[in-house]
């Protein structure tokens, strides 16, 4: 037992000095520290005009709210906005330009791929992990150099255990001396304030890139004890690269929507608009000429005047603006019903809409998984905020905010409506002193509990890789 830590141990330290020895080490750090803090270096600057441009919109939407506000048209006046997260700066995530307009929207970014830390990692460093493992067993073999090791009393598994570790220390030193530069770049902008649940978000994040790198140099050693010669085993790896990194994640959402069709969303949003909108008008002119045929033919001539009249009307005549306020009352209870009705009729095409949109979501989310890029942008985007979960985490809070929002608009035109009778839906409403929108970020345990599963995943790549590596080095022929 001690013997075989002895040859471990020796190989392990063979393996780092040959690869901190090597050209392709050198220049895998001069690719990573240049790649990382240039593009944290330009994403803190993207990061500081989108959030200084959300600040401008949720700035110009308060004072349109404060000076042309009114009951019947609140839904769209204060519909929120998203917020940037400051981490979008290591992650970019999903594009919420796709989600709503920006006033210093650029097409031309749409037409080029995007770079950040995920993508740096998830293709080149993946690329870099096999390129230190491919020829780690059929290398030694065309080199001789095999037979040397296992004449020396050196164990299979011992050899390809020294391979892993001595291979993995030599990948990761790069990518990580970059990534601690790239997070002080992020520490010392002034447009980015990092919180204490930031750093703690930043060790979850690169541990999970030394995992996902770590299943591609398991990766390129399987192949290696399963190829004669180098070239041989870098074919196989980079065909096995492409299937996982490339071909999985991006069929794999193609195939779900064709396993579990739904409409589109702007075939769902046109039926909602048409429910709440005309379908609705529609209602409410055909009940309330009921309403007034039945109960309030008498007004029929004063509900043709326009405002004012009315309004002198009813000051001359205090029966009639009794009689004037009963229909007042009794027409606002119809507007109320039909929209809640209709409201309602929406919310379950919308509802029905949503629960199959998330079942596709899953079967997509499943069929990724079988990729170990997949994984680790899940991983990624989860932890910074950038992706599905946090999107539904805002949309939860958007929510709550409406229905807050709404209930206080309710409040103020029933002040406003006690005030004068003839006071309907679209006057101006002083909405100054409504509630704010403040979106509150989930905390990192529950983005970390959120990751577990794409980390066991990620870890079951590696030893199903590293496994496989240590059978196919048994029946591996030395000669």
Do not use: C
Request: without cysteine; proline residues 3%.
């Amino acid at each position: 037992m001690t013997h075989g830590r002895h040859f471990l141990r020796s190989l392990v330290a063979r393996e780092i000095l040959e690869n901190f020895l090597s050209a392709r080490f050198v220049i895998m750090s001069l690719v990573s520290v240049a790649l990382i803090v240039t593009t944290i270096f330009v994403l803190t600057a993207s990061y500081e005009g989108e959030h200084r441009d959300y600040l401008g919109r949720v700035r110009q939407q308060d004072q349109f709210i404060d000076q042309f506000g009114h009951h019947n048209r609140l839904g769209w006046m204060s519909r929120q906005m998203r917020p940037p997260s400051h981490l979008q700066v290591l992650v970019l995530g999903i594009d919420r330009e796709s989600q709503q307009e920006n006033f210093i929207s650029n097409p031309v970014a749409a037409l080029l791929s995007r770079l950040d830390f995920s993508v740096i990692v998830t293709i080149i460093f993946s690329l870099m992990a096999m390129l230190f493992s491919y020829d780690a067993i059929s290398g030694e073999r065309e080199a001789g150099t095999l037979r040397l090791l296992l004449a020396s009393g050196a164990s299979r598994h011992s050899i390809v255990l020294g391979k892993f570790l001595g291979g993995l220390a030599g990948v990761l030193i790069p990518p990580s001396i970059a990534a601690l530069a790239g997070f002080l770049v992020i520490a010392l902008s002034p447009a980015v304030q990092l919180t204490a649940q930031d750093f703690v978000v930043f060790g979850v994040l690169l541990f999970g890139s030394w995992l996902y790198i770590a299943v591609f140099v398991a990766l390129g050693i399987l192949f290696s004890a399963r190829s004669r010669t180098s070239g041989q085993s870098i074919l196989k790896s980079l065909f096995v690269w492409v299937v996982l990194v490339l071909v999985i994640p991006n069929i794999s959402p193609f195939l779900a929507a064709e396993l579990y069709s739904i409409p589109s969303a702007a075939k769902i949003e046109q039926e909602t608009f048409l429910i709440t909108d005309r379908e609705r008008d529609e209602i409410l002119r055909k009940r309330w000429k009921e309403m007034v045929s039945t109960k309030y033919a008498d007004l029929n001539q004063i509900i043709a005047l326009g405002r004012p009249e009315i309004e002198a009307r009813l000051a001359k005549d205090a029966s009639l603006r009794s009689r004037y306020d009963a229909y007042s009352r009794e027409y606002e209870d119809l507007v109320k019903q039909v929209n809640l009705e209709q409201r309602k009729k929406a919310e379950k095409v919308s509802e029905t809409f949503q629960e199959r949109s998330k079942r596709q979501e899953q079967l997509a989310k499943t069929l990724t998984s079988l990729s170990p890029s997949a994984n680790f942008a899940f991983v990624a985007t989860d932890l910074t905020e950038t992706g599905i979960e946090a999107v539904d985490h805002w949309a939860r809070q958007a929510g709550e905010y409406n229905r807050d929002m709404w209930r206080y608009a309710e409040t103020r035109y029933t002040q406003e409506k006690e005030k004068n009778p003839a006071f309907d839906w679209n006057d101006y409403l002083d909405l100054r002193a409504r509630p704010r929108f403040e979106y509150r970020p989930s905390g990192v345990g529950d983005r970390i509990a959120a990751t577990a599963p794409n980390f066991g995943v990620l870890f079951l790549f590696g030893f199903v890789f590293l496994a496989g590596a240590l059978a196919s080095f048994q029946r591996y022929d030395v000669r």
